[in-house]
Structures are given as structure tokens and as C-alpha cells.
Nanobody
Framework: VQLQASGGGLVQAGGSLRLSCATS????????IAWFRQAPGKDREFVAS????????NYADSVKGRFTISRDNAENREYLQMNSLKPEDTAVYYC?????????????????WGQGTLVTVSS
């Protein structure tokens, strides 16, 4: 299974970006998806996650109201819409999947990871 994250780039504070993550093939009958990020010199942190069946979502407090996670199960693709970006959002963003419908904010629960896409927000 390969996950391909894309959509990162350089944006000014207050701007928007849309990240995309494509899964190479369907591995399980259901899988939850999450986005994590890692800023320079910091640990990887949870950003958002979404369940498979009912698309229940969860967000880190730092991105609530600004970021929206979504998914297209038919296309094996997920998205992270990021609005009102701040310089502190600068990081490499990773998508990850885990077996089963229900999602988790714990990185250790995820089985496969994408290679990451860099988001840089200038002030």
C-alpha cells in the first residue's frame, strides 16, 4: 500500500491550501484516515482524522474551525482543506491510514504513512 500526499507549498498567512492523499489500492474493507504534521525541531502531532463509514471527524484544538478533513471512499482519496493559515502551521504534513472504520489521534495506531508534503506559511 502506498499513500501519496500532495498539495503543499508556500502561502502567506491568512491564505489557504488543500492537501490531498491518494491510497494506491484498497487494502481493507474499511479504514480510518488521519493527518499529522511535524514542524522543524518538534515532535509529530495529530491534526485531524475521519472515520470510514459515517465520516465522523476529530481535530486538534489548534486547527479547529480552520481545517476541514474529508474523504472520497470510492476514489480512495482524502483531503485536508486548510484555511486561515498561520506561520505556526508550517510543517511537513503526513497522511496515514489504519484498519477499521474508527479513527484515532494516536500516531501509533496507524499502519501506513505517506511521504509527507511541506507546507510553509510566511508571515
Amino acid at each position: 500500500v502506498q499513500l501519496q500526499a500532495s498539495g503543499g507549498g508556500l502561502v502567506q498567512a491568512g491564505g489557504s491550501l488543500r492537501l490531498s492523499c491518494a491510497t494506491s489500492r484498497r487494502t481493507w474493507s474499511s479504514y480510518a484516515i488521519a493527518w499529522f504534521r511535524q514542524a522543524p525541531g518538534k515532535d509529530r502531532e495529530f491534526v485531524a482524522s475521519i472515520s470510514y463509514t459515517d465520516h465522523n471527524t476529530n481535530y486538534a484544538d489548534s486547527v479547529k474551525g480552520r481545517f476541514t478533513i474529508s474523504r472520497d471512499n470510492a476514489e480512495n482519496r482524502e483531503y485536508l482543506q486548510m484555511n486561515s493559515l498561520k506561520p505556526e502551521d508550517t510543517a511537513v504534513y503526513y497522511c496515514a491510514i489504519k484498519r477499521g472504520s474508527w479513527h484515532s489521534p494516536q500516531s501509533g495506531d496507524y499502519d501506513y504513512w505517506g511521504q509527507g508534503t511541506l507546507v510553509t506559511v510566511s508571515s
